[in-house]
């Protein structure tokens, strides 16, 4: 309960203060906020099959992001930006779609 | 590097997707689950340490921030086109009513000049002239002709954006080549003069093709074409219909579904052109 009030908490926070992004930061949003969610539904995951905790997912949050940023500025380096970009949200989106079926297991048992 | 213990399964580099779908967890969840368990502590820890509140919070900012810094306003992309095409109809219709103004004015200048030819008692040259405006498109006539119906077969419709450019079926679509061989075998049934949807085709009239549209003196044309054409009128039909046009038109319409109907008229009417302005040529002086 407590966490989800967190992530509301946050998005009204961030609604309501509206920061502006700097421009060199735009481009690792999208990735960024991908797997963030990959790093959140695997965490409700856990949370279900009961093996949740809670460094694992501070951690694996991190670095999914931090990961996720690199492989961009990495690939925009290379010009290959949006082709590695793809790549990751393909990944990411398999990963988040197959948790999410376990979470709807878990949930609706169907 | 070691040997291994057990034969690798050939194809376990290529199971990058397999393995996504079967263990999307991170496996450091069971690992750590496994460790709390060996030291006999439950497997999962509470949902209420302070870290999982502050990263909750962090990802629901960056959720919003980055919906509000990347999101791209849903009206302004169709507000910005309305605009173009709105400020394309108004300069559109601001030409049409300077060309409309141009053509009284020289409606004007014919009567005037008529009339001074008149009183200077030469109707010699007054008939020349008007000979000359007729075939130089300069003035609008009328008379005996037929009236050329041509359309895109019905498949080739433009998809529900309207843009001609993801619509792939193009084969039904009457070209600008089409439209030159079809004026071509007009000219050569006879015809004296000859518009397309009302734009006068003169000496200096090119019918192009801009991306997908039909051009006429620079001027878009959408379907249907309506040619008109001003000649002898029953004749004429039968020479277009055995000529080359014709029978390119048939092979159109029945290769393609392209649609077509023509009919002949008593009077036709064909409007005048755009006035040819001659900067730079002048009449040569012929040798005597």
């Known amino acids: 309960m407590i966490p989800a009030l967190g992530l509301v908490a946050g998005l009204v926070i961030g609604l309501l203060l509206h920061p502006d992004v700097p421009l060199w930061l735009q481009p690792y949003l999208p990735i960024a906020v991908v797997a963030a969610l990959d790093a959140v539904f695997g965490a409700v995951r856990a949370v279900m099959d009961g093996i949740f905790n809670d460094r694992v997912f501070v951690i694996s949050f991190l670095s999914n992001v931090v990961v996720a940023a690199l492989i961009v500025f990495l690939g925009d380096q290379l010009g290959v930006g949006s082709q590695l970009s793809t790549g990751v949200v393909v990944v990411l989106g398999l990963r988040i779609f197959s948790n999410m079926a376990a979470i709807r297991r878990h949930l609706f048992h169907a | ?288």
């Open chain 2, 1 to 288: 590097m070691t040997s291994t213990t057990k034969p690798r399964d050939p194809a376990a580099s290529m199971s990058l997707i397999t393995e996504l779908m079967t263990h999307p967890l991170d496996p450091a969840y069971e690992a750590a689950a496994a460790r709390r368990e060996r030291a006999g502590r439950p497997r999962a820890t509470g949902l209420r340490s302070p870290m999982l509140l502050i990263v909750c919070i962090l990802v629901g900012v960056g959720l919003a921030v980055s919906a509000l810094a990347l999101r791209v306003p849903l009206g302004t992309a169709k507000q910005q086109h309305d605009q173009l095409v709105g400020s394309i109809t108004s300069r559109q219709s601001d030409i049409d009513s300077d060309t409309a103004a141009i053509n009284k004015l020289q409606k004007q200048i014919t009567g005037y000049q008529t009339q001074a030819l008149k009183h200077a008692h030469r109707a010699g040259l007054s008939t020349q002239l008007s000979r000359l405006s007729v075939l130089t498109g300069a003035v609008a006539v009328k008379g005996p002709g037929l009236k050329l119906r041509v359309d895109d077969a019905k498949a080739s419709d433009t998809d529900a954006q309207g843009n001609p450019r993801t619509d792939s079926s193009s084969e039904g679509r009457v070209t600008s080549s089409d439209m030159q061989i079809i004026v071509n075998g007009l000219w050569r049934a006879g015809a004296e003069a000859i518009s397309i949807n009302g734009q006068r085709l003169t000496a200096q009239s090119a019918i192009r093709f801009a991306g997908e549209a039909i051009l006429v003196n620079f001027r878009p044309l959408s379907p249907p074409y309506t040619i008109t054409a001003v000649g002898a009128g029953d004749d004429m039909e039968q020479k277009f219909q055995s000529g080359m046009g014709g029978i390119y038109l048939k092979g159109l319409m029945d290769d393609y579904g392209i649609r077509s109907s023509l009919s002949t008229s008593k009077s036709v009417q064909v409007p005048a052109g755009p006035a040819p302005s001659l900067t730079y040529a002048e009449v040569a002086k012929e040798k005597k």
